[in-house]
């Protein structure tokens, strides 16, 4: 297994148009992580899946995020009505949700957005 | 809550040793760390318990004392590769996956 994997890594838009982002965890993984990072800062927790359920959502991610992971396999992140603040690297990380706080995040290398 | 880190850049000559910390209002139930270099992604470094230390890799090691709520990382004779931007990140209760990150420490090593 090569890691977790992005597709696109990169996505130019205009504003108002929808995308769609893919992350494909590793296979042996059953917690799959969006966050988003900007220049400069951290990453910012969006949502999280345990295999196919949602189980927490960011109370600062908009309606116009959605994220899916069906079969509990590859998660989608997809984002309507783009708007220029939407623009930032997007994160995927999954882990093999190991209890004791033992639980490694690995990451994948993003999806960088640009909203004209 | 995000976690405060400190400090925020750090410039070394290589051989020379670092420390960042992490600190917190609540109270941490793990710290993981992370090193990011310029347009990669976060690499995972180490998880730190409740209770107890657990050493990295290379010369990377890091404690967590849970009555001040910090965590600190050491670079111990630093390298020119350990230049990145070093970020702690803390879930915000003992029973989610999610993790609240600092705003990063960039260090610079240079020769």
């Known amino acids: 297994d090569t890691g977790v994997s992005q597709d696109p890594r990169h996505k130019i838009t205009k504003r108002g148009q929808n995308v769609t982002f893919r992350c494909d965890p590793i296979?042996?993984?059953?917690?799959l992580y969006w966050y988003r990072q900007t220049l400069g800062q951290g990453p910012e927790f969006l949502t999280y899946?345990?295999?196919?359920?949602?189980?927490?959502k960011s109370r600062l991610l908009s309606d116009r995020f959605s994220a899916e992971r069906p079969k509990g396999s590859f998660s989608t992140l997809e984002i309507q009505r783009t708007e220029q603040g939407d623009s930032a690297m997007y994160l995927c990380?999954?882990?093999?949700?190991?209890?004791?706080?033992?639980?490694?995040?690995?990451f994948g290398p993003g999806t960088r957005l640009t909203v004209l | 809550q995000q976690p405060v880190q400190s400090p925020q850049a750090v410039i070394l000559r290589e051989g020379e040793d670092a420390v960042i910390n992490c600190s917190s209002s609540?109270?941490?139930?793990?710290v993981h760390w992370y090193r990011q270099k310029h347009g990669e992604a976060p690499v995972f470094l180490m998880i730190?318990?409740?209770?107890?230390e657990q050493k990295g890799h290379e010369k990377i090691s890091a404690s967590f004392n849970e009555k001040k709520q910090q965590s600190s990382l050491y670079l111990t004779a630093s390298q020119l590769s350990y230049s990145g931007t070093y970020f702690c990140?803390?879930?915000?209760?003992?029973?989610?996956?999610?993790?609240?990150f600092g705003q990063g420490t960039t260090l610079q090593v240079k020769p």
């Open positions: 990140g803390t879930p915000p209760s003992g029973n989610t996956g999610k993790l609240i």
């Open positions: 990380a999954s882990s093999p949700a190991l209890a004791g706080g033992r639980d490694e995040q690995f």
């Open positions: 899946f345990q295999n196919e359920a949602q189980l927490e």
């Open positions: 609540k109270a941490l139930y793990s």
């Open positions: 730190l318990l409740k209770g107890g």
């Open positions: 296979s042996e993984h059953n917690r």
